[in-house]
């Protein structure tokens, strides 16, 4: 638990002074920044979720090509929208932007929320996305974290946020609510974002020229911090252990891509098994229907049985949801 954090004035407003005018200079380029469209913003906000910047732009442009507006991406066949999502990986968030715009389209007339409360109350949307969405689309100012920017209100006002973090999420969130500039959270939060990023970063921040030295609390001691953790001690991205459920089921959603691709609608069961196994027998028959029963639920599969062929598996069919 961080200790009570108490924000002189002449502090706070040397920090938002400090960290506006870098990103005034640092900002980059990036294409959602130059809209207020919801509909995009929404797109962006999930494709980023877990994905690097870099990696997400030509998706973003490609997805829009494709589905331009709300009512382009509501009406699609999941299936497509699930094959246009390729190499972004996550699939699960293709099926949750889809349902939040189709929630849009056909609950709300196209009309979009814009406070926090009614957009968290869209299907698969949560209080970052939530927040983001209002302040970017909508320019409220509003408090939500990510990463980045939970990383950099912990160092500015508390201290050094490893080994541990000394503050909880509720605490950091309170003092993002503090920080938030009237009239300018839009840019305050965009800029929280890009300085976690690119200057105040999880391993390597450039503390020598960091335009916030003086008033950081995090300053005075995370260099030598990091000095002396242990070799390979910092936190790295999780990825799907390979032989892992996880990693199976991205072997059969990419599978299932390629039959849809092809125009075969589906495969079956046993030759699923064994596109994706390589020692895959019918003794592998219940855990694989375990594992497509999970994609269903979470509908990035569809599937199709013919009870009497039910234990063959021969005539079970899995393909992409319609």
Not at 38 to 43: A, F, I, N
Not at 58 to 80: G, I, K, M
Not at 180 to 185: C, H, L
């Amino acid at each position: 638990m961080a200790p009570d954090v108490i924000v002189a004035d002449d502090r706070m407003a040397a920090i938002r002074d400090g960290l506006l005018g870098w990103f005034g200079e640092h900002a980059r380029n990036l294409p959602w920044r130059l809209t207020r469209d919801p509909y995009r913003v929404l797109v962006s906000e999930i494709m980023l979720q877990q994905t690097q910047v870099d990696r997400v732009v030509p998706y973003y442009e490609a997805f829009l090509a494709r589905f331009p507006d709300e009512r382009s991406l509501a009406s699609a066949p999941t299936a497509d929208v699930i094959t246009l999502w390729k190499g972004l990986g996550y699939n699960r968030r293709a099926v949750n932007l889809q349902r939040a715009v189709q929630a849009v389209v056909d609950d709300l007339g196209g009309i979009w929320p814009q406070t926090v409360e009614g957009l968290r109350a869209l299907p698969g949307i949560g209080p970052y996305t939530a927040g983001a969405v209002a302040c970017f689309a909508f320019e409220q100012d509003v408090p939500f974290i990510d990463t980045n920017m939970r990383r950099v209100l912990h160092r500015l006002f508390i201290g050094p946020d490893f080994p541990e973090p000394m503050a909880t999420d509720r605490e950091i969130v309170a003092l993002a609510d503090e920080a938030v500039p009237s009239g300018s959270g839009w840019m305050w939060n965009q800029a929280l974002i890009e300085f976690g990023a690119l200057q105040c970063n999880a391993r390597k921040p450039a503390c020598v020229i960091c335009p916030l030295q003086r008033q950081c609390a995090a300053f005075p001691d995370i260099q030598s911090i990091i000095m002396d953790l242990p070799r390979g001690s910092g936190r790295k991205k999780e990825s799907p252990f390979e032989g892992s459920n996880r990693w199976y089921r991205g072997r059969i959603v990419d599978a299932l891509r390629s039959a849809h691709d092809g125009d075969v609608g589906g495969i079956p069961l046993l030759e699923l098994g064994a596109i994706v196994r390589e020692d895959f027998s019918p003794d592998h028959l219940p855990w694989l229907r375990s594992i497509v029963g999970d994609l269903a639920r979470d509908g990035l599969a569809a599937i199709a049985e013919e009870p009497a062929a039910y234990d063959a598996g021969q005539m079970t069919v899995v393909r992409l949801p319609g």
